[in-house]
């Protein structure tokens, strides 16, 4: 009889060990699945994101023309938690050198065409998700013949 109850107390320490060890399982597959979901909320952001930074831009390279500027805005539902800050701006870009075997009039052209600068269109997308603050940014560069310049004052 006495081997017995040492064999059942065995049992029950076995017993809260099992318990112990499901239970921890538990809360990690628990852990794993949420933070999965909350991965997938956030990439389905940046995608969602990424839609509407080309919109923006959109908006700008199918002008005939544009000016420098800057702004802000919302979107409409179902992506109201998002807003876009947007600036448009010259930029100079440097001469490059023209390749010494390119023919005299094919130099010309080059030469003539070349102004020094060209806009350059950047948007910023943000938005909020569980209380915490995302953004994604983009920028492009328009042809300088887009960007509208007011002439000089002389």
Do not use: C, H
Not at 77 to 99: A, C, L, T
């Amino acid at each position: 009889m006495s081997g017995l109850r040492k064999r059942a107390g065995y049992i029950l320490v076995e017993t809260i060990v099992a318990m112990g060890l499901l239970s921890i399982g538990a809360v990690t597959i628990q852990s794993a699945i949420r933070q999965a979901i909350i991965t997938r909320g956030q990439a389905q952001d940046y995608t969602t994101a990424r839609f509407l930074l080309e919109k923006v831009v959109n908006k700008f390279e199918l002008q005939p023309q544009v000016k420098e500027s800057s702004g802000q805005g919302t979107f409409d539902s179902p992506n109201d938690r998002f807003s876009y800050q947007w600036e448009i701006k010259k930029v100079e870009v440097p001469k490059p050198e023209i390749p010494l075997d390119i023919e005299e009039v094919e130099r010309e052209r080059l030469e003539k065409l070349f102004t020094g600068y060209m806009g350059k269109v950047a948007v910023r997308i943000a938005w909020t998700r569980a209380g915490k603050d995302f953004e994604a940014i983009g920028e492009t560069l328009l042809l300088p013949e887009k960007l509208w310049l007011p002439p000089e004052p002389e």
